[in-house]
């Protein structure tokens, strides 16, 4: 795993009920530091998923991989654990995690 990857995020709230999308193949829990910003952690179960934003978004792999077309792009990118990419604000992406699940921190950038 990357150095740039925390294995562990202190100092958090974490909000116990869960973010369930897609029939919970993509699951993740809203942590919010202390300054008032907010990240999630979660899965991504094998498959192909796609995700509007309103707020710029960065994400970084965990574990697993993961390949990722972002809107308006005409290929998609690999990701690996320790890899990390940014999604724009007002806009989207499709993810796909295969054959594993893939693991992410998804931290908020506006």
Do not use: W
């Not at 100092?11 to 009920?17: F, L, N, S, Y």
């Not at 499709?94 to 950038?109: G, H, K, M, V």
């Amino acid at each position: 795993m990357s150095s740039s990857i925390p294995e562990i995020i202190a100092g958090v709230t974490a909000t116990t009920k869960a973010n369930i999308y897609f029939d919970g193949k993509v699951v993740s829990h809203t942590l919010e530091r202390a300054d008032g910003s907010s990240l999630t952690l979660g899965i991504i179960y094998p498959g192909t998923y796609y995700f509007g934003t309103e707020k710029a978004e960065r994400m970084e792999i965990v574990s697993g991989s993961c390949q990722v077309l972002l809107d308006g792009k005409d290929s998609s990118e690999d990701y690996s654990a320790g890899s990390t990419f940014e999604i724009p604000a007002n806009s989207g992406f499709s993810i796909t995690a295969n054959p594993d699940i893939c693991e992410y921190i998804c931290s908020f950038l506006d």
